[in-house]
C-alpha cells in the first residue's frame, strides 16, 4: 500500500487553506502530506530532502514567490511535479508558473474531488489545460519561430492538439476531432508543458555542470 | 591735436621772447637812467631803449619801462605814464611775470582813476585783461575787456577798440562760443576796414576762418583761408601769422581727411619756421606733420622722424601730443603691445597732471564748459530755427513728401498693429492652451488619482476577500467530508455560493483593473467565460475572431457593458434554447461586432416574459454605452452587438 501512495507537499502562507489543503490530500486514501510550508525559503530547503510526487504551490507567497520557488526547485528535483493552486484563473500568472517549470494547475476552489482527481491526474502523466493556456503557448512560440533555440520542439501532433484547445474546444471535442482518447489529451498536453518549461531544464543541465548563469 | 594753437594767434602781438639774452650791468643800467632828462623826452627814450632791448636782454627792458614810468609819474607826464604800460608788460609777458602784469594794470587804473580820461582807463582795463588772457582765465579776461570797451568807445580810439573786438572774439573762439565770437570778429572787421588797416583786416579773416573751422563749417572755413592766401597782402603779414595760417590750413585739410593738402600745408609751415626761425608751435607742428604721415600710410616716414626727435623734449609742456603721436605710429605699424604701452604712458602723465592747480583750472574749465554748453544748444536751436525756415521754402515738396511718409507711416503703423494683433492673439491663444493644458493635467491628475483608487481597491479585494473566500470554500469541502453531505445540503450551498462569489469577484476586478482597458482584454475574457460556461453544460463552441487590434484602448464601463451583455445571452442560450452548438464572432475591423449564434429552437415571441427582462437588460446596456443590440431567429438565435 505504501509504494501506491501519492506523496503530496503543501507551499500555503495561509493557515485555514493550508490545513484544509491538507485534510483533503490525507483524507483521499491514496495521499499523504509529508510536508507544508508557509514560505518559498523553507520550501526551497526541505522539499529536495523529501522528494515528494507532487507539490501543491501557492502562487502569492511572502519573501520569493511560488513561480520563483519552482525556478529554483525544478533544477533540483525534476522529477517532483509541481501544481500550481490559485485564487483566480490568471493566464499571465499561469503560463509564468509553466514556463518555470510546474506541470499543472488548479483552482483553489475547486471541489475535493476535483482537486484529488487532478493529484491524480498529474501522477499519471496529465495535465489540465484551458483554451487561453493553449493560446498563450501557440502565440508564445509563433513568436519564438524565427530562432530554433526558442522554439519548444513540439511535435506535430501537439501543435494540432494545441490549436483546437486553443480555440476553445473541449478535451473531448478534441479527441473526437484527430480520433484519439481523452486520456491521451492529457498526456500530450503533459508532454507540452514538460516542453514548455525546456529553459528550466537547460538550468538543470548547466546546474548539475556547475556552470549556473 | 592742435589745443591751445589759436589762442596763440591772438596773443603774438606781444613780442616774442628774446633769443640771446645780453646781460647790462647795473652800472651801464644807472649811467644811461642818470643821462636820461628829467622831462617827458627822457621818458620817451627811456621807453626806446626798453623797447630796443626787448629782443635783447628782457631784463634790461623792464628796467628801463620801469624807470621810465616812475619818471613820468614825478613829472606828472600822464600820456608818458600809460605809454609805458605797452613797454612794461611786453618784458613782463617775455619774462613770464603775469601777476606782475595784472598789478601794473591794476596800479594804472587806480592812477587813471585821478585823470578821469577815458582812454586811459581803457588801456588800464586792457593790460589787466592780457595778464589775465595770458593766465587763460578767459572769463576773467573777457569781463575785463569789456569793461575796457566804453572807454575806449567814449575816447573814440577806434584802434584799440578794433583791438579789444579781436581779443574777445579770440577768448570767444576759445570758449567754443564761435557765434559769439563771429560777432565780435566783424565788428573788429569792421573798424580795422574803417581805418584802411589791411593788415588787420585780414587778421580779422584769418579770425573768421578760425571761427568757421571751429563751427565745423569746413568748406566756409577753406574758403576764408584761401581768400586770405590769395590776397596780395598775404605777404604783407608778418611770418609769424602767415605760419599760424599754413598750420590752420593744414589742420583743416587734416580733418577734412585730404592728408596730401595737409602735408602740404604742414610742410610749407615748417619751411616759414625754419625760414624765419620761429619757434613756436614747433611741438605741435612736428606732431601733426608726423601724424599726417602716418595717415598717408608714409609710415617709414613717420617712424623716421619720430626716432630722430628721440625721447621727450623736455621744454615742452604739453606731453600729450607726444604719448599719442607714439601710439598712432605703433598703432599704424600693427605694433599693439607697442602702441598700448605709450597709451598706458599717456594716461598716467594726464593723471599726473592733476595737481592743486590743475583741478582750479579744472575748475574754471568747467564753468567754461558750462557756459559752452549753453552756447551749442543756442547754436543748436539756431541751427533748427534755420532748417524750419529752409523747410518754410521748401513747404510744397515737404507737404508732398510728407504725405507719402505719412501714407507709408499708416500703412507701416497698420501692419505693426496687425503683427502686434495677431501676436496679441497669439499670446492669448497660448494662454488658452496653457489654461486648457492645466485644466487638462487637473483633469488628467484626477483621473490618474481615480485609477490609481481602482488599483488599490482591486488589488485589496483580489488579495484580502479573495483568500477568505476561498477559505470558506476550501473549509466547507473539508465539512463535507467529515459530515455527510446528504443530510447537510446547505453545505454544499455555502460552498457553491463561495466559490461563485470568487468568480463574480473576479468579474469587478476584471472590470477595475485598468490594466484591462483594450478590447483585446474583453475578447480574451469573453472566450474564457464562454469556453468554461458552455464546457460545463456540454455545449460546443466556436469562438472566431477577426482584426482584433492588440493595444485599442476600451474604457472600463464600455468592456463591462459588452461583457455583461454576452454573458447574459450565452445565459440564455444555457438556459432556454436547448442549442448543441454556439458560434461566437469577434470583429473589430470597424468598431466592435460580436455575433452569437446559436442552433436552438429560437426565440418565442408568443412567450417572451420568460426572458424579456433579460432581453431589455442586454438592450440597455448596450444602449448606456452608446452601442446597438439586435436579436433575431434563424434556425436558431443570433444575437448582434454593436458598438
Known sequence: MAQSLITVCIVEDRKDIRESLKILVNEAGDCACIGDFTNGEDAVKEIPELQPDVVLMDIDLPGINGIDCIRQLKPLCPRVQFMICTVYDEDEKIFDALAAGANSYILKRSDSDTLINSIRDLHNGGSPMSSDIARKIVRQFQKALPSEKEDYHLTDREKEILELLAKGLTYQQTADKIFISGKTIKKHVYNIYEKLHVNSRTEAVNKYFGREM | ?643
Open chain 2, 1 to 643: 591735436m592742435l589745443k591751445g594753437l589759436f589762442i596763440l594767434s591772438a596773443l603774438f602781438y606781444s613780442s616774442t621772447t628774446g633769443t640771446a639774452q645780453t646781460a647790462l650791468s647795473r652800472d651801464s643800467l644807472n649811467y644811461f637812467i642818470s643821462a636820461a632828462k628829467k622831462d617827458n623826452t627822457g621818458v620817451q627814450q627811456l621807453y626806446r631803449v626798453s623797447a630796443a632791448y626787448l629782443q635783447i636782454n628782457s631784463d634790461s627792458a623792464l628796467y628801463f619801462s620801469t624807470q621810465a614810468m616812475q619818471l613820468a609819474e614825478q613829472i606828472s607826464y600822464d600820456s608818458g605814464y600809460f605809454l609805458g604800460l605797452k613797454h612794461k608788460a611786453d618784458a613782463l609777458l617775455a619774462l613770464g611775470q603775469i601777476d606782475k602784469v595784472y598789478e601794473l594794470g591794476e596800479n594804472a587804473l587806480t592812477y587813471a582813476d585821478k585823470l578821469n580820461k577815458p582812454n586811459y582807463k581803457g588801456r588800464a582795463y586792457f593790460t589787466m585783461a592780457i595778464a589775465r588772457q595770458y593766465q587763460y582765465k578767459i572769463l576773467l579776461a573777457i569781463d575785463l575787456y569789456t569793461k575796457a570797451l566804453p572807454y575806449f568807445e567814449e575816447a573814440k580810439a577806434k584802434p584799440n577798440l578794433a583791438r579789444v573786438y579781436q581779443n574777445i572774439a579770440n577768448l570767444f573762439y576759445e570758449q567754443k562760443a564761435f557765434d559769439k565770437g563771429m560777432q565780435y570778429a566783424n565788428k573788429a572787421y569792421a573798424l580795422n576796414a574803417a581805418l584802411k588797416d589791411t593788415v588787420k583786416m585780414l587778421e580779422c579773416r584769418g579770425l573768421t576762418g578760425n571761427l568757421l573751422y571751429g563751427s565745423k563749417k569746413f568748406d566756409a572755413a577753406n574758403e576764408v583761408y584761401t581768400d586770405i592766401l590769395r590776397s596780395k597782402t598775404y605777404k604783407l603779414l608778418n611770418p609769424a601769422t602767415q605760419l599760424i595760417f599754413a598750420i590752420n590750413m593744414g589742420s583743416l585739410h587734416y580733418d577734412l581727411e585730404k592728408y596730401d593738402s595737409a602735408l602740404h600745408w604742414f610742410l610749407q609751415a615748417t619751411a616759414l619756421k625754419n625760414k624765419f626761425q620761429l619757434d613756436f608751435f614747433t611741438r605741435q607742428l612736428f606732431y601733426k606733420t608726423t601724424s599726417t604721415y602716418i595717415k598717408l600710410g608714409s609710415i617709414a616716414k613717420a617712424g623716421q622722424l619720430l626716432h630722430a626727435d628721440g625721447n621727450f623734449n623736455s621744454e615742452e609742456d604739453d606731453r600729450t601730443d607726444f604719448y599719442e603721436t607714439w601710439s598712432e605710429y605703433y598703432t599704424a605699424t600693427g605694433n599693439y603691445a607697442k602702441a598700448n604701452e605709450w597709451l598706458i604712458k599717456l594716461r598716467e602723465y594726464q593723471d599726473s597732471l592733476i595737481t592743486d592747480e590743475t583741478a582750479a583750472s579744472f575748475l574754471q574749465m568747467d564753468t567754461i564748459m558750462a557756459q559752452s554748453e549753453k552756447q551749442r544748444l543756442l547754436n543748436q536751436q539756431e541751427l533748427s530755427i534755420q532748417s524750419l525756415q529752409k523747410k518754410a521754402i521748401e513747404k510744397n515738396k515737404t507737404i508732398a513728401l510728407l504725405s507719402i511718409g505719412a501714407i507709408a507711416l499708416l500703412t507701416m503703423g497698420f501692419i505693426f498693429y496687425l503683427f502686434f494683433k495677431k501676436k496679441e492673439q497669439l499670446k492669448n491663444k497660448s494662454i488658452a492652451l496653457l489654461n486648457k493644458e492645466n485644466e487638462f493635467i487637473a483633469v488628467k491628475s484626477s483621473l490618474e488619482g481615480q485609477l490609481q483608487e481602482r488599483s488599490r481597491i482591486s488589488k485589496e479585494i483580489h488579495d484580502e476577500l479573495g483568500s477568505s473566500l476561498t477559505s470558506i470554500s476550501l473549509l466547507t469541502e473539508v465539512l463535507k467530508k467529515r459530515i455527510d453531505t446528504n443530510i447537510n445540503p446547505e453545505i454544499n450551498k455555502i460552498s457553491d455560493t463561495s466559490a461563485d462569489m470568487v468568480d463574480k469577484m473576479n468579474e469587478i476586478i476584471w472590470a477595475l483593473n485598468t490594466s484591462n482597458d483594450t478590447v483585446n482584454s474583453l475578447v480574451a475574457y469573453i472566450r474564457k467565460f464562454t469556453n468554461n460556461f458552455l464546457q460545463v453544460a456540454n455545449i460546443e463552441l466556436e469562438f472566431l475572431e477577426t482584426d482584433i487590434p492588440e493595444n485599442k484602448a476600451l474604457e472600463g464601463t464600455v468592456r463591462r457593458n459588452i461583457y455583461l451583455t454576452v454573458k447574459e445571452a450565452v445565459n440564455n442560450i444555457v438556459k432556454h434554447s436547448g442549442a448543441k452548438k454556439v458560434a461566437v464572432n469577434v470583429s473589430a475591423a470597424h468598431g466592435l461586432h460580436i455575433d452569437i449564434t446559436d442552433d436552438g429552437k429560437g426565440i418565442d415571441k408568443g412567450n417572451m416574459n420568460s426572458f424579456g427582462n433579460g432581453l431589455k437588460n442586454m438592450k440597455k446596456r448596450m444602449e448606456d454605452i452608446g452601442g446597438k443590440f439586435s436579436i433575431e431567429n434563424n434556425n436558431g438565435t443570433i444575437i448582434k452587438l454593436s458598438y
